[in-house]
């Protein structure tokens, strides 16, 4: 599945699982991320301090963007690594999709529903090919 091909392929082997599950019971997924480079992440995590500095809740419902889900520095994100994807579903599905992925061998964080990552991924980087950029 091309929207998964930045994954690591051990990893997209395990998401394209959940996504051909998801379709199996009908439930419409859009992956929005897998690989992120560090200035990607760099970019998303600055947007999530200014959140926080502004003061505002760190929620899935919020209307300014970078208040929405949490965002970790370049370098400590799943993503950075190949091992991690963000997925959308529709308010009526978000628990069983959450289930699905757990289901599958992934990590989803409380209050970060949209994001799934392999479970103590910090583990595996240091014989991963290094990611920087």
Known sequence: MIQLAGLHPAVRERAELTLRYAALYKIPVTVTSTYRGW???????????RCLARGEEVQPGNANPGCRYPANEAGDSAHNWRLAFDSWV????????????????????????????????????????????
């Open 39 to 49: 200035a990607d992440q760099d970019r998303l995590r600055k947007r999530y301090e």
């Open 90 to 133: 529709p308010a009526p599905y978000i628990e069983i999709w959450k289930a699905i992925r757990r289901w599958a061998g992934f990590t989803v964080p409380d209050g970060d529903t949209i994001h799934a990552e392999v479970p103590g991924w910090r583990a595996y980087t240091p014989y991963l090919p290094f990611q920087r950029g």
